[in-house]
Structures are given as structure tokens and as C-alpha cells.
């Protein structure tokens, strides 16, 4: 059993050393980095000393806070949990954003550093989605963590206006959505903005920002349309198929016109003379005997012809929509909202 | 303009399709049979003419001017012939899709004036046309002759015009036009008051001819 718990100490202390290795690497300090490797020697005692006497020299704020991180990790291998917790306060008060990874370090730490963060009062995370909507129809998000309950104002301070986006006693993940309009509705002028969140509790305050860009462009308009999906325009002719009709008109017309002729001749003057009627009634059977073995002449189809103008009006209709829709479209104004890096 | 110029100015425009047919106009041959009186009496001719046929919306104009020479028949008494020039015009409008109603005027006056009757006389009737094919139109037409005038005197209380037409479109703005008129007069006089005796007056009549659509 003593090779396994040995072997355990060692899986801990080496997982408590890998963070601040990994912060160790930067430090330019000499006390800073003499302290580190304290550290990564398993020399707490070395640590605690030669990082106090750091923290007693000018160092920068990454220096300060990497100082006090080495000893908030040495106070927890020692299981000085307090200490520990005050040492990692000293950390997010130089470094708000700092995070730790709970799969990289040791419980004890991690708890520390977690009971250390919810003992100040900080916001954190602070992130500004990219988004392009247009004006008054949709909203930036905006997230932060607020460490502790506090009373929490958010605004968005430019040059063409300053706005606040929302206010209220929050703690921990806040989500907020801001439509980007100024009180009378209008969209927010373009411009630079800086996304400002403050935090009161008491007298403890804490403020987070992020400069955002906005910017404002033409919604696109619909373009109109000349069919509508799924339906087709259908011939408005239609080839009837071949048929006696023609010679039958020609031969009926021409029979009217013969039979009209006998029966108006009169006995005195004699049978008239049928070289005319011949001629013009001939010309005209042959006609529509070559008619008849002619493809017929295409003819209007009344029904597609009503459908049609059905799908003309329907087509037309939607235009005028769509022409409605782009009036008000012209009117309004694509809002595009980008983070700016700090 | 020279006449080459001129005929190939026509054929162009002969052979150019038409947008939109509204007007053709074009010459005619004519062929007639005319009788009068009794059968002893009947002349043979032909001539030439010219016709003209516009139409706007339901409303359509037709109008033709023939000259025919008659010559008088095989068997016929009578022992010269005379020259007639007729004029016909009709005015219609389509009430239905296949008819249409019609008014018009006949004239025919005969050179030399007393060796045929000249007549003037208005019509009233109707026709039926179809288009049997592309560009191929039948008509047959019926009109009363009212109210006749002959140069001789005499009254026809029944007087009537049958016709049949056609119309073809050869080419582009080119038609060939035929049409049948049979015209058939029950005149009747009353010479020097001994009482009325019948004087009917036949004429068939055939037109075939090109037309140019404007």
C-alpha cells in the first residue's frame, strides 16, 4: 500500500506543478523564476519564500500575478486552504480572466481558486457575438459571468450615442440580448462602441468592456419573379387533329350556293350558265380537299388560356408583394456588429 | 419610278409576310352569263375588274368593279353585244363568329345603253364565312335586292344575290380571291298600260384574282 499512496502524492503534486510550469515559462523575473523552480522541484518552502521576496520587488502585473498564483498553488499542496484562497484572489484581482483547468489541476487547488473567485467580485468573460441582422429585427448577444450577486448595469458607450442594454442583480453566466436601437427606435448610429458592464456590490465595484464596431448597410431586396415553383405556363394553342371539316365546308358551302342557283333560275330564261359556279365552287372544294390533308392551323386552347392568365394574375400579385416587401426593405438598414480586439 | 422598279417593289412587299391583314386590294378576271326577258335572249362575256376588301375589328368592307364585254350565246337572239360595268359594295358586320349581316348597293349600267338593262338596287342579307384552313376562308352569302331601278322601267318585287367567295392565302401578303354571284331579278313591266308582263333579268357571274394584303 505505501508504493501506492507514494505514487499518488506524486500523480498530485505533479499535477499542482504543470500550470504554473506552464506559467513559469514567460516570467522574466529572476526571483519569479527561481521561485518556479522551487516549485517544479517540489521546494514549498523554497516557493513560499522566494515569492514573497518577489512580490517585494517591481514586477509587472503577468509577474505579480504568477508570483501570487505560486503561492496559491504551494499554500494548497500544504493544505493552508485559506492562504491558498487569498493568494488566488491576488491572482483574479491582476488577471480577472484568468481560468483554470480543472482536468490539468488539483481539486485543492481548483477549489481554492473557485472559492477565492466567488470571495471578490468580478466580470468576467465578457464576449460580444459577431451578427448582422436587420434593424429592429433581431439582437446582439452578449454573455458575461458576474463572480458574485451584484448589481449590474450594462451599457454601450460611442461616440454617436451612449445606450444602455440592460440592468439588474445577476450572478454567475448572464445572457443578454440588445437590439442595438436607440430609445425612439431608430437603429444605433455606425460607429465604435465599447461594450461597458459594471458591477456594485456594496462598495466593491468592477467594471469589464469590449470595443465593438457597427456598422450599417442596405438590406437586399427581393428580386421579382416570372414563374411560380411547380407551375407552368401551358400552350395557348392547340393543333386539332386532321378532319373532313374543311372539304365538308367547302362542298357544303358550295352545294348552298348551287342549290340556291336552280332554285332561283327561272323556266322562261332557261337553264343558266354553270361555267361560273364550276369554276369558283371547284377552286373552292380543292381548296378544302388540300386543307383537309393540310395540318390544321393551330386553334386557341381556352382552358390553358384561363389557366394562364390565372398563373399571370397570381405571378402579378406576388410582384406587387414582392415590390411592397422591397419598399420597406429600402427603408431599413442591415445592422452588422463585430468585436474589436482589445 | 420605272416599272421594273415598280414590280419588284410589289413582289417584295407580295412576299412579305403580314403583321396584321386589314386591307387587300387586287385585280380580278371576270366571267359572266347574262339572260333577260327570255331565253332567246342571252350574252356571254368576260372582262376584268378589280376589288377591295378591308376589314376593322367586326366591321368589314368589300367592294368590286368589274367590266365585262357580253357577246350574245350560241342560240341567242339577240344580234350584238354591249359592255356592262357594275359596281358592288358591301358593308358587314360579324355577329357571330361564322355570320355576319350585310348592306350594300348593286350598279350595273350597260354601254350601249339600251341593249341591256341597267340596274341599281341595295341589298340587304347575310353571309357565313369559315376558315376551312391556314390562311383559307369560305363565305357564302344571301341578300334580298331591294327597292331595284332598271332603265327600262318596270318594278321586281322579288329580287335576290347569292354568292360564294374564296380566299386563299398563296404567300406571304399574297391572297388568291375567287367568287360566284348569281343575281336573279322577277322584273316585271307594264308597256304602254296593256298590263304587266315578266321581264326577269340572270346574271351569274365568276371572279378569280390575285389580292395584295396592305
Known amino acids: 500500500m505505501a508504493p501506492l499512496r507514494y505514487l499518488r502524492a506524486v500523480v498530485c503534486l505533479a499535477g499542482l506543478a504543470v500550470p504554473v510550469v506552464a506559467a513559469g515559462q514567460a516570467a522574466q523575473n529572476a526571483t519569479v523564476r527561481r521561485a518556479q523552480q522551487a516549485y517544479d522541484n517540489l521546494e514549498y518552502r523554497q516557493v513560499l519564500t522566494l515569492a514573497r521576496a518577489a512580490l517585494r520587488e517591481r514586477l509587472t502585473g503577468a509577474e505579480r500575478a504568477r508570483a501570487y498564483e505560486l503561492l496559491g498553488f504551494t499554500y494548497g499542496a500544504m493544505d493552508s486552504i485559506l492562504k491558498a484562497v487569498d493568494a488566488f484572489k491576488q491572482v483574479v484581482l491582476i488577471d480577472p480572466e484568468r481560468q483554470l483547468d480543472p482536468n490539468r489541476v488539483s481539486p485543492k487547488a481548483y477549489s481554492a481558486f473557485d472559492v477565492a473567485l466567488r470571495q471578490v467580485l468580478l466580470v468576467r468573460q465578457l464576449r460580444v457575438d459577431s451578427v448582422s441582422f436587420v434593424g429592429g429585427q433581431g439582437a446582439v448577444p452578449i454573455r458575461f459571468t458576474v463572480t458574485q450577486p451584484a448589481r449590474v448595469v450594462a451599457r454601450a458607450i460611442g461616440t454617436g450615442a451612449t445606450v444602455v442594454i440592460d440592468s439588474g442583480a445577476w450572478n454567475g453566466q448572464v445572457n443578454l440580448r440588445w437590439p442595438a436601437r436607440l430609445p425612439g427606435g431608430d437603429p444605433v448610429p455606425a460607429g465604435a462602441y465599447t461594450v461597458v458592464v459594471d458591477a456594485r456590490l456594496g462598495q466593491n465595484t468592477f467594471s469589464a468592456s469590449q470595443p465593438i464596431r457597427v456598422g450599417h448597410g442596405r438590406v437586399d431586396t427581393l428580386p421579382s419573379i416570372t414563374s411560380l415553383p411547380g407551375y407552368q405556363f401551358l400552350p395557348e394553342t392547340e393543333i386539332p387533329p386532321q378532319s373532313w371539316r374543311p372539304v365538308g365546308l367547302a362542298f357544303l358551302y358550295t352545294g348552298g350556293a348551287l342549290v340556291g342557283t336552280l332554285g332561283l333560275e327561272g323556266s322562261s330564261l332557261g337553264s343558266s350558265s354553270k361555267r361560273e359556279l364550276g369554276l369558283v365552287g371547284g377552286a373552292a372544294l380543292v381548296t378544302g380537299f388540300v386543307m383537309m390533308l393540310r395540318k390544321p392551323a393551330p386553334r386557341p386552347a381556352e382552358a390553358n388560356i384561363l389557366y394562364n392568365r390565372l398563373l399571370r394574375d397570381q405571378i402579378a400579385r406576388r410582384n406587387q408583394d414582392i415590390a411592397k416587401e422591397n419598399v420597406a426593405r429600402r427603408q431599413q438598414v442591415q445592422v452588422t456588429v463585430t468585436p474589436v480586439p482589445k | ?214
Open chain 2, 1 to 214: 419610278m420605272t416599272r421594273p422598279a415598280l414590280g419588284a417593289l410589289l413582289l417584295a412587299l407580295a412576299l412579305r409576310p403580314a403583321t396584321g391583314q386589314l386591307v387587300t386590294v387586287g385585280p380580278q378576271f371576270v366571267l359572266a352569263d347574262y339572260r333577260e326577258v327570255a331565253s332567246g335572249l342571252k350574252y356571254r362575256g368576260s372582262g376584268l375588274g378589280g376589288a377591295l376588301w378591308a376589314r376593322r375589328d367586326r366591321l368589314s368592307a368589300e367592294a368590286a368593279v368589274v367590266r365585262v364585254s357580253f357577246d350574245p350565246a350560241a342560240g341567242s337572239a339577240a344580234d350584238s353585244g354591249f359592255t356592262a360595268t357594275q359596281v358592288d359594295v358591301w358593308v358587314a358586320y360579324d355577329v357571330a363568329a361564322y355570320a355576319s349581316v350585310e348592306v350594300g348597293v348593286l350598279h350595273r349600267s350597260a354601254d350601249p345603253e339600251f341593249d341591256a338593262q341597267s340596274v341599281g338596287a341595295v341589298r340587304v342579307g347575310g353571309r357565313s364565312f369559315y376558315a376551312i384552313g391556314p390562311g383559307a376562308t369560305v363565305v357564302f352569302r344571301a341578300d334580298y335586292l331591294a327597292a331595284p331601278k332598271f332603265s327600262g322601267g318596270g318594278r321586281a318585287a322579288v329580287s335576290l344575290d347569292l354568292g360564294l367567295g374564296l380566299d386563299v392565302r398563296l404567300a406571304g401578303r399574297l391572297h388568291g380571291t375567287a367568287t360566284y354571284a348569281f343575281t336573279r331579278m322577277n322584273r316585271k313591266t307594264n308597256p304602254g298600260g296593256t298590263g304587266e308582263i315578266d321581264a326577269p333579268i340572270q346574271e351569274t357571274e365568276a371572279r378569280v384574282g390575285l389580292a395584295l394584303a396592305l
